[in-house]
């Protein structure tokens, strides 16, 4: 069995960076890798709708791959990744025309027959054809051996084992690989390429390596395991292992050259590798970002969020579908896990403080605690236990509450209706008659307590803390611990609240005492 080493940093990789690799840094990584005598460099995405033409790996022709190329890797097996209905396969030219020497086609199981169209038509151009069926295991025996034969008539380079959800255990990954072995022509390559959802990723390819196989193999791997999520096999620990079993000719220190002058920089920006999410996306064998998606929102247990997880239908399992997930989640947390009692006693002669959790509170903390002392307030804290007493405690956020409850009198404890306590709190609020605004659905805990206000008609309102999302800043008055850092996150709930501020203005006078990323909606 020859094995040969797919280096993918520059196209998995580019989950991470958004493919904004700069051409110094693209120039870099393929001379790294062709130092390294890697066997075959995947160079990007081929995508001539989102794709660019300059210091991006996501490409939107073959002439831009070509020029970022330049005189790089002479030497070596070069490809790029086409998704099927990203690219339009007219305007690839012919093999002989462009430095790439081979496409690799990703595709889902309901598009076999597309696939295997534009296959055809990519073969008949002269490129190696690397046929790549995402999420292997949800394909039957009968349908796996039926792609292959298939396939097997393409005159195909590569036929690949795909573990797009890294969850594939020994005994699966096993099986995947002899039935692709038994059925695939003895002269197409048979490829794996693998995720590390659960660790697996270097143990099922140290299995393929003692496989006895009488045909060429391939080995997908990214250098330092860059990739979406958990990552991907790490290219310098496959070929250091190689090494050792083989005396194969593979040189690791310009791989950790890259790690240490390039990759570090963007794992600390947006870390990969295991975490409960990847975890749980694995396990339930869903696309990772459903898993993500819940638990950046940092408001349910691992524990809820696989109750949720578990009701993604079948067929929505391979493809994220945000609309799908959020259907999900808003009826997890619609769900009454407490039943709706009493009313907050707030007397007509005073004024309503409501505090967030923002770091702003600290930086005004003697005026806000004037206020208190005044005794001419109701003081609410939101999802958090402030550095003063307050009259109430409202809590929506599941985590919050078991976080910050302990020790509260429970008279003084208001949740809405999704929180779980094992205690009769003072006051239980109904979350469906607070969490919609103009119809939408919100889940914020200082637009909650605006609907609530409004519903028991008060006029006026003070906020501190409602600071909005940064990055690059301490988003909390107190010491979280479970910090989300996403941009796009970040974006989206400024977003939401933003606009159920701009809603909410005209049925209540929101004032706020403290700096805020929404102070411009009422002209501040």
């Given at each position: 069995m020859n094995i040969k080493i797919l280096d993918c940093t520059l196209r998995d990789g580019g989950y991470i960076n958004n493919w904004e690799f700069s051409q110094p840094q693209?120039?870099?990584?393929?001379?790294?890798?062709?130092?390294?005598?890697?066997?075959?460099?995947?160079?990007?995405?081929?995508?001539?709708?989102?794709?660019?033409?300059?210091?991006?790996?996501?490409?939107?022709?073959?002439?831009?791959?070509?020029k970022a190329l330049s005189d790089l890797a002479k030497t070596v097996q070069k490809v790029v990744m086409i998704d099927l209905f990203c690219f339009d396969i007219d305007k690839l030219p012919l093999q002989s025309d462009t430095?790439?020497?081979?496409?690799?086609?990703?595709?889902?199981?309901?598009?076999?027959?597309?696939?295997?169209?534009?296959?055809?038509?990519?073969?008949?151009?002269?490129?190696?054809?690397?046929?790549?069926?995402?999420?292997?295991k949800n394909y039957t025996y009968d349908e796996f051996s039926a792609l292959i034969i298939m396939a097997n008539k393409l005159n195909i380079y590569a036929f690949y084992?795909?573990?797009?959800?890294?969850?594939?255990?020994?005994?699966?990954?096993?099986?995947?690989?002899?039935?692709?072995?038994?059925?695939?022509?003895s002269s197409i390559v048979l490829g794996y390429h693998s995720h590390n959802n659960?660790?697996?990723?270097?143990?099922?390819?140290?299995?393929?390596?003692?496989?006895?196989?009488?045909?060429?193999?391939?080995?997908?791997?990214?250098?330092?395991?860059?990739?979406?999520?958990?990552?991907?096999l790490n290219t310098e620990l496959i070929a250091d292992y190689l090494n050792t079993i083989n005396k194969h000719k593979y040189q690791i220190i310009p791989l950790l050259e890259v790690i240490d002058e390039i990759l570090v920089f963007y794992f600390k920006k947006h870390p990969w590798g295991f975490s409960?999410?990847?975890?749980?996306?694995?396990?339930?064998?869903?696309?990772?970002?459903?898993?993500?998606y819940l638990v950046n929102k940092k408001t349910t247990h691992i524990a809820d969020i696989r109750q949720i997880l578990e009701q993604v239908p079948l067929e929505n399992k391979n493809s994220f579908d945000k609309q799908i997930v959020d259907a999900l989640y808003q009826v997890f947390l619609l769900t009454e896990k407490s039943k709706p009692k009493s009313q907050l006693n707030i007397p007509s002669d005073k004024k309503i403080?409501?505090?967030?959790?923002?770091?702003?509170?600290?930086?005004s903390l003697t005026s806000i605690k004037d206020k208190v002392a005044s005794d001419n307030y109701v003081i609410i804290a939101l999802n958090h236990k402030p550095q003063f007493i307050c009259d109430y405690y409202f809590f929506s956020n599941q985590q919050r509450f078991d976080e910050f409850t302990g020790g509260l009198p429970l008279e003084k404890q208001v949740a809405t209706s999704n929180i779980f306590s094992k205690s009769l709190v003072g006051c239980v609020i109904s979350l469906n008659s607070i969490a919609y605004v103009e119809n939408n659905f919100v889940s914020n805990v200082a637009i909650l307590m605006i609907n609530y206000l409004i519903l028991n008609r008060i006029k006026k309102v003070e906020i501190a803390g409602l600071d909005g999302y940064q990055i690059g800043r301490n988003n909390?008055?107190?010491?979280?611990?479970?910090?989300?850092?996403?941009?796009?996150?970040f974006k989206e709930l400024n977003k939401t609240i933003n606009d159920s501020l701009l809603q909410l203005k005209d049925s209540i006078n929101i004032e706020l005492i403290t700096p805020s990323a929404y102070a411009d909606i009422f002209g501040k």
């Open positions: 693209i120039s870099k990584i393929v001379n790294a890798l062709e130092k390294s005598k890697i066997d075959i460099i995947e160079l990007g995405y081929l995508d001539d709708k989102k794709g660019n033409s300059i210091n991006s790996t996501l490409f939107n022709s073959i002439v831009s791959v070509d430095k790439i020497n081979g496409i690799r086609l990703a595709f889902h199981k309901k598009d076999i027959n597309t696939a295997l169209m534009t296959a055809k038509k990519i073969i008949d151009l002269g490129y190696q054809l690397f046929f790549q069926p995402m999420v292997t084992v795909v573990d797009s959800f890294g969850s594939m255990s020994l005994n699966e990954f096993q099986y995947y690989i002899s039935l692709a072995n038994k059925f695939l022509n659960m660790q697996l990723a270097f143990s099922n390819a140290i299995n393929l390596c003692s496989e006895k196989i009488d045909r060429e193999v391939i080995l997908d791997s990214s250098i330092y395991g860059m990739g979406r999520g958990a990552g991907n409960p999410a990847q975890y749980l996306s694995a396990s339930l064998d869903c696309h990772p970002n459903y898993a993500s403080l409501l505090v967030a959790s923002g770091s702003s509170i600290n930086d909390y008055a107190y010491d979280e611990t479970s910090i989300v850092v996403n941009e796009d996150l």
